[in-house]
Protein backbone atom coordinates (compact mmCIF):
# COMPACT_ATOMS: atom_id res chain seq x y z
CA UNK A 1 0.00 0.00 0.00
CA UNK A 2 0.89 3.82 -0.15
CA UNK A 3 3.10 4.64 2.49
CA UNK A 4 4.70 8.35 3.12
CA UNK A 5 8.13 8.36 4.69
CA UNK A 6 8.98 11.13 7.03
CA UNK A 7 12.71 12.18 8.51
CA UNK A 8 13.74 12.61 11.39
CA UNK A 9 11.21 11.46 14.14
CA UNK A 10 12.45 13.60 16.56
CA UNK A 11 14.71 16.39 16.41
CA UNK A 12 15.79 18.76 19.39
CA UNK A 13 18.15 22.10 18.08
CA UNK A 14 19.07 25.41 19.54
CA UNK A 15 17.26 28.54 19.17
CA UNK A 16 18.42 30.59 15.87
CA UNK A 17 19.05 27.47 13.90
CA UNK A 18 17.66 25.61 11.25
CA UNK A 19 15.65 22.21 10.51
CA UNK A 20 15.20 19.94 7.99
CA UNK A 21 12.18 17.65 7.38
CA UNK A 22 11.95 15.72 4.68
CA UNK A 23 8.71 13.86 3.56
CA UNK A 24 8.91 11.02 0.65
CA UNK A 25 6.25 8.68 -1.18
CA UNK A 26 7.62 5.35 -1.23
CA UNK A 27 5.96 3.78 -3.73
CA UNK A 28 4.04 6.30 -5.47
CA UNK A 29 4.41 9.57 -7.08
CA UNK A 30 2.75 12.63 -5.23
CA UNK A 31 2.56 16.38 -7.59
CA UNK A 32 1.41 17.77 -4.25
CA UNK A 33 2.01 16.97 -0.72
CA UNK A 34 0.56 18.45 2.70
CA UNK A 35 2.60 19.88 5.73
CA UNK A 36 0.67 19.92 9.08
CA UNK A 37 1.57 20.81 12.16
CA UNK A 38 -0.17 19.98 15.79
CA UNK A 39 0.76 21.90 18.96
CA UNK A 40 0.09 20.22 22.41
CA UNK A 41 -4.27 19.34 22.77
CA UNK A 42 -4.67 21.22 19.46
CA UNK A 43 -6.51 19.85 16.41
CA UNK A 44 -3.61 19.26 13.08
CA UNK A 45 -3.93 22.37 11.22
CA UNK A 46 -2.78 22.76 7.58
CA UNK A 47 0.49 24.92 7.00
CA UNK A 48 1.17 24.87 3.46
CA UNK A 49 0.51 22.41 0.17
CA UNK A 50 3.66 21.66 -1.38
CA UNK A 51 3.47 21.75 -5.43
CA UNK A 52 6.06 19.86 -7.33
CA UNK A 53 7.89 22.32 -9.60
CA UNK A 54 6.07 25.46 -8.44
CA UNK A 55 6.55 27.10 -5.13
CA UNK A 56 4.02 26.54 -2.30
CA UNK A 57 0.80 27.90 -0.93
CA UNK A 58 0.84 28.91 2.72
CA UNK A 59 -2.40 29.26 5.06
CA UNK A 60 -2.85 32.37 6.76
CA UNK A 61 -0.44 33.22 9.47
CA UNK A 62 2.12 30.44 8.58
CA UNK A 63 5.12 32.58 7.37
CA UNK A 64 6.86 31.76 4.05
CA UNK A 65 9.99 32.76 4.92
CA UNK A 66 10.11 31.07 7.97
CA UNK A 67 9.00 28.05 6.77
CA UNK A 68 10.79 26.84 3.66
CA UNK A 69 8.87 24.65 1.41
CA UNK A 70 10.85 22.73 -1.54
CA UNK A 71 9.11 19.92 -3.71
CA UNK A 72 11.98 19.07 -5.95
CA UNK A 73 10.78 15.77 -7.02
CA UNK A 74 7.66 13.95 -7.23
CA UNK A 75 8.83 11.79 -4.33
CA UNK A 76 9.87 14.39 -1.95
CA UNK A 77 9.10 17.66 -0.56
CA UNK A 78 11.51 19.10 2.40
CA UNK A 79 10.28 21.84 5.11
CA UNK A 80 12.93 24.10 6.45
CA UNK A 81 12.10 25.43 9.30
CA UNK A 82 14.37 28.49 9.80
CA UNK A 83 15.96 30.44 12.19
CA UNK A 84 14.01 28.43 14.82
CA UNK A 85 12.50 29.56 18.21
CA UNK A 86 11.10 27.66 21.30
CA UNK A 87 7.61 28.55 20.09
CA UNK A 88 8.23 26.67 16.69
CA UNK A 89 8.57 23.42 19.19
CA UNK A 90 5.54 21.46 17.57
CA UNK A 91 4.70 18.10 15.63
CA UNK A 92 5.07 18.55 12.20
CA UNK A 93 3.61 16.19 9.35
CA UNK A 94 3.42 15.57 6.07
CA UNK A 95 0.46 13.74 3.70
CA UNK A 96 -0.18 12.89 -0.14
CA UNK A 97 -2.75 12.07 -1.74
CA UNK A 98 -3.01 8.76 -4.19
CA UNK A 99 -5.39 9.35 -6.58
CA UNK A 100 -7.85 12.29 -6.77
CA UNK A 101 -11.31 12.86 -5.77
CA UNK A 102 -12.03 11.97 -2.15
CA UNK A 103 -9.31 9.17 -1.28
CA UNK A 104 -7.60 9.87 1.78
CA UNK A 105 -4.49 11.47 3.01
CA UNK A 106 -1.88 9.23 3.89
CA UNK A 107 0.15 10.55 6.81
CA UNK A 108 4.31 9.74 7.65
CA UNK A 109 4.78 9.76 11.00
CA UNK A 110 5.45 12.87 11.80
CA UNK A 111 8.60 15.22 13.33
CA UNK A 112 8.90 16.16 17.13
CA UNK A 113 10.65 19.39 16.62
CA UNK A 114 11.91 20.97 19.94
CA UNK A 115 13.57 24.22 20.09
CA UNK A 116 15.62 24.95 23.06
CA UNK B 1 -13.70 29.13 15.80
CA UNK B 2 -13.82 25.28 15.63
CA UNK B 3 -15.55 24.01 12.42
CA UNK B 4 -15.01 20.28 13.43
CA UNK B 5 -15.68 19.91 17.06
CA UNK B 6 -15.03 16.50 18.97
CA UNK B 7 -16.21 17.56 22.86
CA UNK B 8 -15.12 14.61 24.35
CA UNK B 9 -11.05 14.07 25.02
CA UNK B 10 -11.23 10.91 26.05
CA UNK B 11 -13.41 7.65 26.44
CA UNK B 12 -13.07 4.71 28.21
CA UNK B 13 -15.27 1.39 27.21
CA UNK B 14 -14.24 -2.40 27.90
CA UNK B 15 -13.72 -5.32 25.66
CA UNK B 16 -16.57 -6.30 23.90
CA UNK B 17 -18.96 -2.96 24.11
CA UNK B 18 -19.60 -0.45 21.49
CA UNK B 19 -17.52 2.56 21.78
CA UNK B 20 -19.33 5.76 20.15
CA UNK B 21 -17.33 8.90 19.42
CA UNK B 22 -18.88 12.00 18.08
CA UNK B 23 -18.41 14.49 15.95
CA UNK B 24 -20.10 17.46 15.04
CA UNK B 25 -19.26 20.50 12.55
CA UNK B 26 -20.44 23.81 12.06
CA UNK B 27 -19.67 24.73 7.82
CA UNK B 28 -22.73 23.48 5.82
CA UNK B 29 -20.64 23.46 2.97
CA UNK B 30 -18.91 20.40 4.23
CA UNK B 31 -19.63 17.55 1.67
CA UNK B 32 -17.20 15.04 3.04
CA UNK B 33 -16.53 13.15 6.26
CA UNK B 34 -13.24 11.62 7.61
CA UNK B 35 -12.24 9.45 10.38
CA UNK B 36 -8.81 8.75 11.06
CA UNK B 37 -6.83 6.85 14.03
CA UNK B 38 -3.59 7.70 15.48
CA UNK B 39 -1.24 5.97 17.52
CA UNK B 40 1.64 7.49 19.94
CA UNK B 41 4.48 8.49 17.44
CA UNK B 42 2.84 7.43 14.42
CA UNK B 43 1.00 9.66 12.02
CA UNK B 44 -2.86 9.12 11.60
CA UNK B 45 -3.95 6.41 9.16
CA UNK B 46 -7.45 6.63 7.59
CA UNK B 47 -10.46 4.59 9.44
CA UNK B 48 -13.22 5.21 7.16
CA UNK B 49 -15.00 7.96 5.49
CA UNK B 50 -18.59 9.18 4.72
CA UNK B 51 -20.15 11.27 1.62
CA UNK B 52 -22.86 13.71 2.16
CA UNK B 53 -25.31 11.69 0.09
CA UNK B 54 -25.27 8.88 2.61
CA UNK B 55 -26.36 8.64 6.64
CA UNK B 56 -24.54 5.54 7.13
CA UNK B 57 -21.37 3.83 6.19
CA UNK B 58 -20.29 0.58 7.37
CA UNK B 59 -16.80 -1.45 7.07
CA UNK B 60 -16.25 -4.66 9.30
CA UNK B 61 -16.91 -3.41 13.02
CA UNK B 62 -16.54 0.53 12.35
CA UNK B 63 -20.29 2.49 11.23
CA UNK B 64 -19.89 5.86 10.89
CA UNK B 65 -23.19 7.73 10.45
CA UNK B 66 -24.19 11.33 9.35
CA UNK B 67 -27.09 13.37 10.45
CA UNK B 68 -26.75 16.56 8.54
CA UNK B 69 -29.66 18.02 9.76
CA UNK B 70 -27.93 18.25 13.00
CA UNK B 71 -24.36 18.58 11.80
CA UNK B 72 -23.45 15.57 13.55
CA UNK B 73 -21.64 12.64 12.98
CA UNK B 74 -20.43 9.68 15.35
CA UNK B 75 -17.93 6.64 14.82
CA UNK B 76 -19.09 3.09 16.06
CA UNK B 77 -16.58 0.27 17.02
CA UNK B 78 -18.18 -2.73 17.74
CA UNK B 79 -16.99 -4.84 19.58
CA UNK B 80 -14.58 -2.89 20.52
CA UNK B 81 -10.80 -3.96 21.03
CA UNK B 82 -7.58 -3.22 23.17
CA UNK B 83 -5.85 -2.54 19.84
CA UNK B 84 -8.64 0.18 19.27
CA UNK B 85 -7.10 2.11 21.85
CA UNK B 86 -5.54 5.72 20.16
CA UNK B 87 -6.80 8.79 19.50
CA UNK B 88 -9.44 9.37 16.95
CA UNK B 89 -9.64 12.27 14.62
CA UNK B 90 -12.98 13.54 12.92
CA UNK B 91 -11.97 15.36 9.58
CA UNK B 92 -13.48 17.51 6.48
CA UNK B 93 -12.32 18.70 3.65
CA UNK B 94 -12.76 22.52 3.49
CA UNK B 95 -12.64 23.21 -0.36
CA UNK B 96 -14.24 19.20 -0.98
CA UNK B 97 -12.54 16.55 -1.28
CA UNK B 98 -10.08 16.84 -4.08
CA UNK B 99 -8.39 19.57 -1.55
CA UNK B 100 -5.81 18.87 0.89
CA UNK B 101 -6.69 20.85 3.59
CA UNK B 102 -8.83 18.76 5.87
CA UNK B 103 -10.13 21.09 8.98
CA UNK B 104 -9.54 18.22 12.16
CA UNK B 105 -11.13 18.02 14.88
CA UNK B 106 -9.26 17.88 18.49
CA UNK B 107 -9.32 14.26 18.69
CA UNK B 108 -10.59 11.68 20.79
CA UNK B 109 -8.62 9.15 22.87
CA UNK B 110 -10.36 5.87 23.62
CA UNK B 111 -9.05 3.19 25.58
CA UNK B 112 -10.21 -0.46 25.53
CA UNK B 113 -9.82 -2.22 28.77
CA UNK B 114 -9.55 -5.99 28.62
Known amino acids: GAVVSQHPSRVICKSGTSVKIECRSL??????MFWYRQFPKQSLMLMAT?????????EQGVEKDKFLINHASLTLSTLTVTSAHPEDSSFYIC????????????FGNGTRLTVT | DQQVKQNSPSLSVQEGRISILNCDYT??????FLWYKKYPAEGPTFLIS?????DKNEDGRFTVFLNKSAKHLSLHIVPSQPGDSAVYFC?????????????FGKGTKLSVKP
Open chain 2, 91 to 103: AAPLYGGSQGNLI
Open chain 2, 50 to 54: ISSIK
Open chain 1, 95 to 106: SARVGGGNSPLH
Open chain 1, 27 to 32: DFQATT
Open chain 1, 50 to 58: SNEGSKATY
Open chain 2, 27 to 32: NSMFDY
